[in-house]
């Protein structure tokens, strides 16, 4: 499986902004997908993740109501809707595919090559 991020770019605090996530390959309708971002100087951190069949979501406490993940299988795309944004939000984005609904990075056998995305106050 290979994964394509886009969508990110410059937005002010409080606004918006929708990620996408390109997939090749068959198998991608059977596979978890889900984000991660990371920040200068920091680990990567868990953002969402979906399940094979879009039916299921997790995020960590600190994103739920402001971040939505979805999918399209037909489309071999997962979204990642960003609401309410603030500085602290500013990270590069990655998208990953694994096998399991995990918050842990290492659980993820494939990744796309990140977007920035970063908010300005």
């Known amino acids: 499986v290979q994964l394509q991020a886009s969508g990110g770019g410059l937005v002010q605090a409080g606004g918006s902004l929708r990620l996408s996530c390109a997939a090749s390959?068959?198998?991608?309708?059977?596979?978890?997908t889900g984000w991660f971002r990371q920040a200068p100087g920091k680990e990567r951190e868990f953002v969402a993740t979906?399940?094979?069949?879009?039916?299921?979501?997790r995020y960590p406490d600190s994103m739920k109501g402001r971040f939505t993940i979805s999918r399209d299988n037909a489309k071999n795309t997962v979204y990642l809707q960003m609401n309410s944004l603030n500085p602290e939000d500013t990270a590069v984005y990655y998208c990953?595919?694994?096998?399991?609904?995990?918050?842990?990075?290492?659980?993820?056998?494939?990744w796309g090559q990140g977007t920035q995305v970063t908010v300005s106050s």
């Open positions: 990953a595919a694994g096998w399991l609904m995990s918050t842990m990075r290492n659980d993820y056998t494939y």
């Open positions: 390959g068959r198998t991608f309708s059977s596979i978890v």
């Open positions: 979906v399940s094979a069949s879009g039916a299921n979501t």
